[in-house]
Nanobody, 127 residues
Framework: QVQLVESGGGLVQAGGSLRLSCAAS????????MGWFRQAPGKEREFAAG????????YYVESVKGRFSIARDNAKNTAYLQMTSLKPEDTAVYYC????????????????????WGQGTQVTVSS
């Protein structure tokens, strides 16, 4: 099992940047695919970005591609989501999640089941 704790959310003006962190417990962090999801008010939770176990593959939903960057530091048991050029429509609760499932393609990270979730961190982008 792995426990996840997000941090780094907050209020930012449109065009600004934020960096989210996801700290994981346990010694098997590098056995999990890591994903960032988000849920806007009144909407379903959606996948935003994913990164493979060693960090060699990343995948982004089209709406964040070119603006968000996912990374991980397996030595620190931490995953990150660097968000730039933020828009009001990026306002949401952001969750990190971990999946033990095997993947063959980067795109698979958007489709696999994630078993472990953090509590979420609020990101609000003002216009």
């Amino acid at each position: 099992q792995v426990q996840l704790v997000e941090s780094g959310g907050g209020l930012v003006q449109a065009g600004g940047s934020l960096r989210l962190s996801c700290a994981a417990s346990g010694r098997t962090f590098n056995s999990y695919v890591m994903g960032w999801f988000r849920q806007a008010p009144g909407k379903e939770r959606e996948f935003a970005a994913g990164i493979s176990r060693a960090g060699s593959m990343t995948y982004y939903v089209e709406s964040v591609k070119g603006r968000f960057s996912i990374a991980r530091d397996n030595a620190k048991n931490t995953a990150y989501l660097q968000m730039t050029s933020l828009k009001p429509e990026d306002t949401a609760v952001y969750y990190c999640a971990a999946s033990p499932r095997l993947i063959n393609t980067a795109q698979a990270m958007g489709n696999i089941r994630y078993d472990y979730w953090g509590q979420g961190t609020q990101v609000t982008v003002s216009s």
